[in-house]
């Protein structure tokens, strides 16, 4: 195979597992996993390992939330013989529980920086490991302290 060939099949892969969740698909979410030792720490959660833990995990995201969209964006994928890595931002759209019947619950933003290792299989691109880490938000508009070097006035020596 190709470089080129193999890149577009992580892409792939990579954008199946959003698909499912974004569906609540959990048995094809399943299927995208290694059947091996696999690991997964969500946003503010512990590292999770094995097959079981982390499976069970995304059964609970997927019963606790009504709507998840994720729109992907800085993609990077990077080959390496049977390996592969995936860096993106997931710019995440959620919403809980509806309020009254029928009605979409409150919706909710956030950022989420993500790594997934995906190793390839006779079946194709297997995820290995997802590690989301939140983006926190700047308070101030530069991010930088009015009293920084540019700002003090200096005496002449």
Request: hydrophobic content about 40%; glycine content about 8%; overall charge negative.
């Amino acid at each position: 195979m190709t470089a080129a060939t193999d890149v577009e099949e992580v892409e792939l892969a990579n954008t199946a597992f959003y698909e499912t969740m974004e569906r609540g698909d959990f048995d094809a979410l399943s299927t995208l996993w290694l059947h091996d030792e696999i690991s997964c720490v969500h946003p503010g959660w512990p590292v999770l390992s094995g097959r079981g833990d982390v499976l069970r995990s995304y059964a609970l995201i997927m019963a606790n939330t009504e709507y998840i969209q994720f729109f992907l964006t800085d993609v990077v994928v990077t080959v390496a013989d049977d390996t592969a890595l995936v860096t993106c931002t997931e710019n995440i759209l959620s919403g809980g529980p509806a309020e009254e019947a029928g009605e979409l619950g409150p919706l909710v933003g956030q950022l989420v920086v993500a790594t997934n290792a995906f190793r390839r299989t006779p079946e194709g691109w297997k995820l290995w490991s997802h590690h989301g880490s939140p983006v926190l938000a700047e308070t101030g508009e530069s991010g930088e302290s009015d009293d920084g070097p540019d700002d003090v006035d200096q005496a002449p020596a």
